[in-house]
């Protein structure tokens, strides 16, 4: 339980009739008898005019510099910074925190690690105050907690390794995204290798040609092939994955190489916290991602849902995944922009059009670029549909990818070929999933 009546790390007055909580968040929708809310800045409203509608709802306290009833009540403009010293308070008593960024694959490496681990992750949403939450409710467990530790500008990492300071820091993958604040891929991997300041440092394959091993013998590579621990007799089929690492077979259902390579690190993690390997191979076997990354959805004929996000390291590992479907049908990628990539975004959509050319046997784009994606080409999201749908026979493989749009409204998603997360529900209606 979380007591707002323990000493909080900074200048804060309780009033008496605050009570512990379970959960804490910062959307006031969200607030009940046990779920406490904290009042904070947003972009376009503070939190604190929300702060009664959550009392409403039965907040046991509300973190916030208004003197309202159950306030854990902090300096004027101070609500942020408390909740972030609560958290690195908290953090201080875990056992172990594993901290994970990368240009692609954080989510899977974060839910193939806390498998093998048993551990307390975070949840899809990881702003800042969203892993200070996490730090809070989970911070005394004796469980490791796994925390992905994503960027988009420069200092943002600095700013989050003072709040999580992981034990072990891992970077999955380093490739362009994110371009238009950080600039270029050098960038990016200096950034994101803040996070290797931890106590021990991990990075994927992919991600080994940016951080040398043999020029840093502090940094540590995991995968297949030439790295410092390595998965042994890799096979990819449309059924999944199959391997073994240290003598213990390893099977992951409906799995591709992205999948795999975050299980070695689950592995490996859990191999140096003392679990039972065929334990954890066993976990393993059973994570679930969650929609839209790289769900293989098999029937009549099999979507891949990989709609959630986009970049170009992680669309070529997806067209690559979708290449191993090897079978009667043909290959489909259908690919929709991928935002935030600066000046170089025309160079980058044609790069990963052409690579799909090589990989799937018909190829759709949709949105600005959709020329350079595929050789079928549409303006829009129902445009598209119109086209794919008749087009889709019994045993082809559909893979779906576009970044998310989140900022956009739903009509400028499905004009620009983002959030293509309604072709993937389409796809599924259509066959009779």
Not at 4 to 27: K, M, N, S
Request: proline fraction near 6%.
């Amino acid at each position: 339980m979380l007591d707002p009546h323990a000493a909080l790390p900074f200048a804060a007055t309780v009033h008496p009739e605050a009570r512990p909580a379970t959960r804490l968040t910062w959307d006031s929708r969200e607030a009940a008898p046990d779920v406490a809310f904290v009042a904070l800045p947003g972009e376009k409203m503070h939190g604190n005019v929300f702060a009664q509608q959550a009392l409403e709802r039965g907040a046991p306290f509300v973190l916030t510099d208004l003197d309202v009833p159950r306030a854990v009540r902090v300096p004027e403009g101070q609500a942020q910074e408390a909740l972030f010293a609560w958290a690195r308070s908290e953090r201080a008593h875990s056992p172990l925190v594993i901290g994970i960024t990368g240009s692609a694959g954080k989510t899977t490496a974060k839910s193939y690690a806390a498998a093998a681990l048993e551990a307390h992750f975070m949840p899809v949403f990881n702003t800042m105050p969203a892993i200070a939450c996490f730090l809070i409710e989970h911070g005394r467990s004796a469980r490791p907690l796994v925390v992905e530790m994503g960027i988009d500008r420069p200092g943002e990492m600095a700013e989050l390794m003072d709040l999580v300071r992981p034990d072990v820091g891992v970077v999955t993958t380093i490739g362009p995204a994110h371009l238009e604040q950080l600039g270029s891929v050098e960038n990016i991997a200096r950034e994101k290798g803040h996070i290797l300041q931890g106590t021990r440092a991990l990075v994927g394959e992919q991600a080994s040609a940016f951080f040398p091993t043999a020029q840093d013998p502090g940094v540590e590579s995991y995968g297949f092939g030439a790295v410092t621990h390595a998965g042994q007799n890799l096979e990819l089929k449309p059924e999944g994955a199959e391997f073994t690492f240290a003598g213990v077979p390893v099977q992951l259902p409906l799995a591709s190489r992205v999948q795999a390579e975050a299980a070695v690190l689950g592995l490996l993690l859990a191999q140096e916290a003392g679990l039972d390997l065929r334990d954890a191979a066993a976990r393993l076997s059973g994570v679930q991602v969650p929609g839209g990354r790289y769900r293989v959805l098999p029937g009549r004929f099999t979507v891949i849902d990989d709609a959630y996000n986009a970049s170009p390291v992680a669309v070529r590992a997806a067209l690559d995944a979708l290449h191993a479907h090897a079978g009667a049908g043909r290959r489909i990628s259908v690919l929709g922009r991928m935002l935030e990539l600066g000046p170089a975004e025309r160079e980058l959509h044609a790069e990963a059009g052409a690579y799909a050319r090589r990989r799937a046997d018909l190829t759709f784009g949709v949105g600005e670029f959709a020329a350079e994606l595929g050789e079928r080409a549409y303006a829009t999201v129902p445009e598209l549909l119109a086209d794919l749908l008749a087009e889709v026979r019994d045993g082809d493989v559909v893979l779906v990818k576009a970044s998310r749009g989140i900022s956009m409204t739903p009509d400028q998603r499905a004009a620009a070929g983002v959030g293509l997360d309604v072709v993937v529900d389409a796809l599924l209606q259509a066959r009779g999933a």
